[in-house]
């Protein structure tokens, strides 16, 4: 087993839609967590962030379940410039391993 | 400021040779990671670098080694190259060691296709 999982996707929505995606983890000692996006052959770029207490950056919700062992991505009302793949990253309390899930394809369509 | 800057862009090789890769941080930061991605993958931590020292090793063979100079850039050496090690190798930096919430911010890469 991975141990980070994120659904490959893609996800095929309409612009205006609300989709979420989520990422499994496995190590109960990762510690820090982020969602970055990445475009077609283009470096990853940092998103947001990941609390405990949830966070939220204009259309963009970002929430961690520390008991689940998972976090979430929530967007609102996309938009076409939406469209990437979305990485999320799992950083272990020991600071010696960073892992990236695969990705989860998101295309909005007109 | 600059961003995170990478040399070369792309680079040819052939298996069996050694490449060398170089990143140059953003200024005032201290820690520099290297990650592998190949197409249809997440990025596949490789190094990270604080002060000049090793401080994470991904599950790479040891064809693959690194090092931080005194400036805080950085060197990523692959010997005796295979075809699977055709991928784009980015480089991210941030002002301090991982572990703590703070983001990396990444290079454009280098694509390294080997023939």
């Known amino acids: 087993r991975k141990e980070v999982e994120q659904d490959p996707g893609p996800f095929n929505v309409p612009e205006g839609a609300t989709v979420a995606f989520n990422c499994t983890y496995s190590n109960s000692a990762s510690q820090s967590f982020f969602w970055y996006r990445q475009d077609c052959r283009k470096e990853p770029k940092l998103l947001m962030s990941v609390y405990s207490s949830g966070n939220e950056d204009g259309r963009f919700t970002a929430q961690l379940n520390r008991a689940s062992q998972y976090i979430s991505l929530l967007i609102r009302d996309s938009k076409l410039s939406d469209s990437a793949t979305y990485l999320c990253?799992?950083?272990?309390?020991?600071?010696?391993?960073?892992?990236f899930g695969s990705g989860t394809r998101l295309s909005i369509r007109p | 400021d600059a961003g995170v800057t990478q040399s070369p862009t792309h680079l040819i090789k052939t298996r069996g040779q050694q490449v060398t890769l170089r990143c140059s941080p953003i200024s005032g930061h201290k820690s520099v990671s290297w990650y592998q991605q190949v197409l249809g993958q997440g990025p596949q931590f490789i190094f990270q670098y604080y002060e000049k020292e090793e401080r994470g090793r991904g599950n790479f063979p040891d064809r693959f080694s690194a090092r931080q100079f005194p400036n805080y850039s950085s060197e990523l050496n692959v010997n005796a190259l295979l075809l699977g090690d055709s991928a784009l190798y980015l480089c991210?930096?941030?002002?301090?060691?991982?572990?703590?919430?703070?983001?990396?911010?990444f290079g454009d890469g280098t694509r390294l296709s080997i023939l």
């Open positions: 990253v799992v950083i272990h309390s020991s600071a010696s391993k960073i892992i």
């Open positions: 991210a930096s941030s002002p301090i060691e991982q572990g703590s919430n703070q983001p990396q911010h």
